[in-house]
């Protein structure tokens, strides 16, 4: 087995390359859950809650103050105020977004109700199938980095050499890849499973009967959340045919595509450097894989905003049903246990902002983290 060690790559490569090796009796599963407070694993209605109702208030009110903006300020300041409401409220909707995802890992409440009930009205508002996604991003925290298992962002082996390749890493194919991304790459995910495991490509997670993706039982909970989708382009068609494509465009649609960038975007990075490996099955195991999540910073405002998906995504990896809250305040516990196999890239910023060092490093990262071969250990290395 390739996982003997990891201080070579760690040194050859960067800080980010170090990997636990397996097995290790010291820094466990189970360990790292003592190094932890146990008060942060207890989950609290009112502040979850509190949480998803203080979004859902700065959605509306984010609303209403882009109209008064625009009816009170002359004409030629409309671009600059829709352009400002899309960008904030699709940070604000991808906020929502998260607490739907917590609701489907069971972080957002003890009751399971609450968390679906909450989780299917947030996620089909957003046009996301709520229990469909839920099921296979559970598979995406169980085979994270696994590159015949994984569910999100496998990697193609494709030979670097490749022309296709090639271009793929110039700034004119990185360009393409990105707008692609930003446009309909959360849709094209749904619909065939791109950028999952390449023997469940083509599978959709609006079929119920996709064996790839879903179980028999878990038939009435795929129909259930194409019920929300039905329902929320329901509303969206209706808003059309009433208020006119430009209005639904603007009040609704531009801030939810951004919002599925993100979503698309912020996944990505959480696992992709050119210094984290990808595992074949022989050394994959989940302990490893779950900690090849990488912690990430926006910035304060806007971690904050996003409940704290990127900066403490490590945690979030090893304990999915610990409410937000409390694996934002256990990330410097499990930090200090993990010691260099702790990832994180919390210092980068552009012009002086870690959100916009965090955009030019998913660009960087979309242009560099094409295509992995087997390196060092017999691991997968981006190339």
Partial sequence: MGGGGSAAPAKERGYLAATLPQPDDKITKRSL??????????????????????DCFIVVFSWWLALQASAALPWFCSPAVWGFYWWYQGITCTGLWVIAHECGHGGFTD??????VCG????????????????????????????????????????????????????????ERVVKIAVMGWYVYLFVNATG???NRGQSHFNPAARALFKPKDRPYVIASNIGMLLGLAVVLLSV??????????????????????????????????????FDGED????????????????????????HICDSHVVHHIF??????????????????????????????ALGSPYLGWLRDYYVAQKETVTVQKGENGWLWFK
């Fill in 33 to 54: 859950r003592e190094c932890i407070p146990p008060e942060y694993f207890k989950r609290s209605y009112a502040i979850s809650l509190g949480h998803m109702a203080w």
């Fill in 111 to 116: 009751s399971r109700l609450v968390n679906d």
């Fill in 120 to 175: 299917w009205l947030i996620h089909s508002s957003l046009l996301t199938p709520y229990f469909s996604w839920a099921i296979t991003h559970a598979k995406h925290h169980h085979y994270t980095n696994h590159m015949t298992m994984g569910e999100t962002w496998v990697p193609s082996t494709a030979n670097p050499e490749k022309k296709s390749v090639k271009y793929a890493k110039t700034h004119l194919g990185t360009i």
């Fill in 197 to 199: 495991a390449r023997q």
């Fill in 241 to 278: 045919k009433h208020y006119g494509l430009w209005v639904v465009f603007r009040n609704y649609l531009m801030p939810q595509t951004i919002t599925n960038f993100y979503l698309t975007s912020i996944t990505f990075m959480q696992h992709t450097h050119p210094d984290v490996p990808h």
């Fill in 284 to 307: 994959w195991t989940w302990l490893r894989g779950a900690l090849s999540t990488i912690d990430r910073t926006m910035g304060p405002f806007i971690d904050a905003k996003l409940h």
């Fill in 320 to 349: 999915s049903d610990m409410p937000f809250y409390g694996a934002k305040a256990a990330t410097p516990y499990v930090k200090e246990h993990l010691g260099i196999y702790y990832k994180s890239v919390l210092d980068s910023k």
